[in-house]
């Protein structure tokens, strides 16, 4: 029979071939441009395109792997391995010495997952529902409020600092990494009971099938492990690219960071979190989506923070009023919209307005 039902070593359809070797022709193209001193613009754009590719590869694979466990495990390996392009993005943006682009690229993440992308998997979510309520689950949600609060917390205590001119904003770098420790340990804390009381939940899953997602798990490891590879090649390439590239297109390095990274970055919670809640599976959808907000806030952004006390660029836990605003409001609207299990599509189609917004004034900074 012929078509994209068809499979191919690994338990791949024909389809998904189709797509992993485009993205592999994409990564290796970046490189071939990168190398060969092509147009910047045609860099950029190539690279954008590999980074979604493998963002998406990122998600097939854990998918397979996932589907072995509950929503939170499923959930926590998309977010955390879905957040490589980021994390290797900003890495080699502060390497670089763009702090501008590596700071608005991990703002725009978590704008990208907290509004553009829950906002579509709700919108799609509702649809879904016979009674157009997206249902699910409360303890995430909630549970993601409040790291972001905390995060947000600091974040706002040390913007104030600066923007007073107090004696406290002499002395950020310290507040930042101190701060820094103090979210991880949070997280870490929090993940630990989270992923066991699921786990716990889970048992009656005892027996799950060695192939999910039309992925051996094999496959998915070997997947996984060129899709790392890859996304640390492509992302030095892409910052290589990105400063003359929005030169020529005349875009703000906030817009880059806040909306193209962002978004190129976050194609797996894009993909999977949308195509779950299509399929009416709105607990996995919201874990996808809601274990991203939660790592980047109190994670992966700390963890950037330390990790930048290695390089002489210095990455801190201070951000300009404007995103100090946003950042709160975002808090306040995901606890108001998720905090009680349920959503309409009219909610998605708010957060996804004001992520639309936020991205206008990007455009202007």
């Known amino acids: 029979m012929a078509g994209s039902g068809l499979s191919v070593p690994g338990g791949l359809t024909r389809r998904r071939a189709v797509l992993v070797s485009a993205t592999l022709a994409a990564t290796a193209a970046s490189g071939v441009l990168s190398v060969g001193g092509a147009s910047d613009v045609v860099t950029f ?31 926590f390996l998309q977010s955390t391995l879905g957040n490589l392009p980021e994390l290797f993005v900003v890495f080699f943006a502060l390497r670089a010495g763009e702090l501008l682009v590596a700071q608005t690229a991990i703002l725009g993440s978590l704008f990208a997952n907290a509004l553009l992308v829950l906002g579509l998997v709700i919108m799609v979510g509702a649809r879904a529902a016979e009674d157009g309520v997206m249902r699910f689950r409360k303890r995430l949600p909630r549970d993601t409020s409040t790291l972001l609060i905390m995060a947000v917390f600091i974040i706002s205590l040390l913007g104030l600092a600066v923007v007073s001119g107090d004696r406290a904003a002499r002395h950020q770098l310290v507040i930042s990494s101190f701060g820094a420790v103090c979210l991880i340990v949070v997280y870490v804390t929090w993940l630990v009971r989270y992923l066991r009381d699921d786990r716990a939940a889970q048992q009656a899953r005892v027996g799950a099938t060695a192939q999910a997602a039309g992925v051996t798990v094999p496959a998915a490891v070997v997947l996984l492990s060129i899709a790392g590879v890859g996304a640390a090649l492509v992302s030095d390439w892409f910052v290589a690219a990105l400063d003359p590239a929005i030169h020529s297109l005349h875009l703000s390095k906030a817009f880059a960071g806040l909306v193209i990274v962002a978004i190129a970055g976050n194609a797996v919670e894009n993909v999977t979190g949308v195509v779950l809640a299509a399929k009416g599976r709105s ?32 990455l801190v836990l201070v951000v300009p009023p404007v995103y100090i605003g946003a ?13 009680d299990g349920e959503a309409y599509a009219f909610e998605g189609l708010a957060l996804v307005v004001m992520y639309l917004i936020l991205a206008v004034f990007a455009l202007y900074e």
Request: hydrophobic letters at 60%; glycine letters at 8%.
């Open 45 to 75: 754009v190539v690279c954008t395109m590999a980074l979604a590719g493998l963002a998406w590869l990122v998600s097939l694979a854990t998918e397979a792997i996932g589907e072995h466990y509950g929503p939170a495990v499923t959930g």
């Open 283 to 314: 607990d996995l959808a919201i874990s996808v989506v809601k274990n991203s907000v939660g790592q980047i806030a109190v994670f992966l952004f700390p963890a950037l923070v330390l990790l930048s006390l290695l390089l002489s660029t210095h």
């Open 327 to 339: 950042l709160t409001l975002t808090a306040l609207a995901l606890w108001q919209i998720t905090g």
